[in-house]
């Protein structure tokens, strides 16, 4: 719940996250997030509070590269079409964002990323490890995230690689148990590769003192107690890929930046988006270390680590003196039959399509219900 009378904020800055753009957004998305965000900002409005909301695509996921691959498509044709595509059902959803952030098309965003990489990596913050990669000798590939599938090694639920949406915990991949590879099945073998990696643990006492002070859901707060109360793993911010940002550091030319590591910093680029469009200095401190500003996000259940572990983890590492978000709101999931809605899975029912038969039916006329 959010209660603006405990803050002294005049501007409020509203984030939701942002959906990957390897389909089009389903009922899920529309009812989470986005519409939450959205009724936020139309409560900010009518208390004439200043506010904006910002939220984008994630061009640089693993999902988008291997839709690419199921299409025939490039990986930039399929970030292109389904980003346009996310773009228009949100306009006729009538959700009003103030910046929907394109990495790809963004003069801000791989900037501010690879500087914010660069900062840490030259103050020794990220470390070299060589572990164990899962490798699929069939495809001949590295398998992360959107490429391998199998148990979660913390509630051993069917899990994708580097989070399980179930219990919202992360993995390193080769500890899945029983991983296959998403693109041929074949089972993967276990590789050492040296990757960069970012020690949570170092931030332990410093995230246990901001969740003290955070409005965050008890499920939310649970997770990350939970997450705490063991010690906080290193979390793997390079993969071997040809698909993301490439990474600014000698040895590591073949390797692209996680794109939940990128994510943190994207923010900090779309507040500069955000800023030249309303024609002030493109700087993202304005919100993000001003005293009379706060930040507000929204997001799924199954992002929860991200946003309340390694993004706050990032910043305090990356700048002690970035305000972090001072509330978390978060969402639960739609089940079709079952199963959690997927756009990777092709289950869900879709935005575009309920929204075509609520205009059919008369539902809506020129932006009001009737």
Same mark, same amino acid.
């Given at each position: 719940?959010?209660?603006?009378?405990?803050?002294?904020?005049?501007?409020?800055?509203?984030?939701?996250?942002?959906?990957?753009?390897?389909?089009?957004?389903?009922?899920?998305?529309?009812?989470?997030?986005?519409?939450?965000?959205?009724?936020?900002?139309?409560?900010?409005?009518?208390?004439?509070?200043?506010?904006?909301?910002?939220s984008?695509?994630?061009?640089?996921?693993?999902?988008?590269?291997?839709?690419?691959?199921?299409?025939?498509?490039?990986?930039?044709?399929?970030?292109?079409?389904?980003?346009?595509?996310?773009?228009?059902?949100l306009? /006729?959803?009538?959700?009003?964002?103030?910046?929907?952030?394109?990495?790809?098309?963004?003069?801000?965003?791989?900037?501010?990323?690879?500087q914010?990489?660069?900062?840490?990596?030259?103050?020794?913050?990220?470390?070299?490890?060589e572990?164990?990669?899962?490798?699929?000798?069939?495809?001949?590939?590295?398998?992360?995230?959107?490429?391998?599938?199998?148990?979660?090694p913390?509630?051993?639920?069917?899990?994708g690689?580097?989070?399980?949406?179930?219990?919202?915990r992360?993995?390193?991949?080769?500890?899945?148990?029983?991983?296959?590879?998403?693109s041929c099945?074949?089972?993967?073998?276990?590789?050492?590769?040296?990757?960069?990696?970012?020690?949570l643990?170092?931030?332990?006492?410093q995230?246990?003192?901001?969740?003290?002070s955070?409005?965050? /859901?008890?499920?939310?707060?649970?997770?990350?107690?939970?997450?705490?109360?063991?010690?906080?793993?290193?979390?793997a911010v390079?993969?071997?890929?040809?698909?993301?940002?490439?990474?600014?550091?000698?040895?590591?030319?073949?390797?692209?930046?996680?794109?939940w590591?990128?994510?943190a910093?994207?923010?900090?680029? /779309?507040t500069?988006?955000?800023?030249?469009?309303?024609q002030?200095?493109?700087?993202?401190t304005?919100?993000?270390?001003s005293?009379?500003?706060?930040?507000?996000?929204?997001?799924?259940?199954?992002?929860?680590?991200?946003f309340?572990?390694?993004?706050?983890?990032l910043?305090?590492?990356?700048d002690?003196?970035?305000?972090?978000?001072?509330t978390?709101v978060?969402?639960?999931?739609?089940?079709?039959?079952?199963?959690?809605?997927?756009?990777?899975?092709?289950?869900?029912?879709?935005?575009?399509?309920?929204?075509?038969?609520?205009?059919?039916a008369?539902?809506?006329?020129?932006?009001?219900?009737?």
């Amino acid at each position: 719940m959010i209660n603006n009378k405990k803050t002294t904020a005049k501007r409020f800055l509203v984030i939701a996250t942002p959906p990957t753009p390897n389909g089009d957004l389903h009922v899920g998305h529309l009812s989470g997030p986005y519409l939450g965000a959205d009724i936020y900002c139309r409560y900010l409005a009518m208390c004439g509070t200043e506010h904006y909301y910002i939220s984008g695509v994630d061009d640089h996921q693993s999902y988008v590269s291997l839709k690419a691959e199921q299409l025939g498509w490039s990986p930039a044709q399929v970030a292109d079409y389904f980003g346009d595509a996310m773009e228009t059902t949100l306009e /006729a959803a009538e959700i009003q964002l103030d910046i929907y952030a394109r990495p790809r098309k963004s003069m801000y965003h791989i900037p501010v990323v690879q500087q914010f990489f660069k900062r840490l990596y030259s103050e020794g913050k990220l470390v070299v490890k060589e572990t164990l990669s899962l490798f699929c000798r069939v495809c001949n590939r590295h398998l992360f995230e959107a490429y391998v599938s199998g148990k979660c090694p913390h509630c051993e639920h069917p899990s994708g690689g580097n989070a399980c949406e179930d219990c919202g915990r992360p993995n390193d991949c080769a500890d899945l148990i029983d991983p296959v590879c998403k693109s041929c099945g074949s089972v993967p073998y276990k590789v050492p590769l040296k990757r960069l990696y970012f020690p949570l643990s170092e931030y332990e006492q410093q995230l246990r003192q901001y969740h003290k002070s955070l409005k965050m /859901a008890p499920h939310v707060r649970a997770l990350c107690e939970q997450m705490l109360a063991e010690r906080l793993p290193d979390i793997a911010v390079t993969h071997v890929t040809d698909w993301g940002i490439p990474v600014p550091a000698t040895g590591f030319e073949n390797q692209r930046l996680y794109v939940w590591f990128e994510m943190a910093p994207g923010y900090l680029a /779309a507040t500069c988006e955000l800023n030249a469009k309303l024609q002030t200095p493109p700087d993202w401190t304005s919100y993000w270390k001003s005293k009379d500003a706060a930040i507000v996000q929204f997001f799924g259940f199954d992002n929860s680590y991200f946003f309340a572990v390694l993004f706050p983890a990032l910043f305090l590492a990356g700048d002690p003196k970035i305000q972090l978000p001072q509330t978390f709101v978060t969402n639960e999931f739609y089940r079709l039959n079952g199963l959690k809605f997927s756009t990777s899975r092709n289950h869900a029912i879709w935005g575009q399509r309920v929204i075509q038969i609520t205009v059919e039916a008369g539902f809506f006329l020129q932006g009001k219900v009737m």
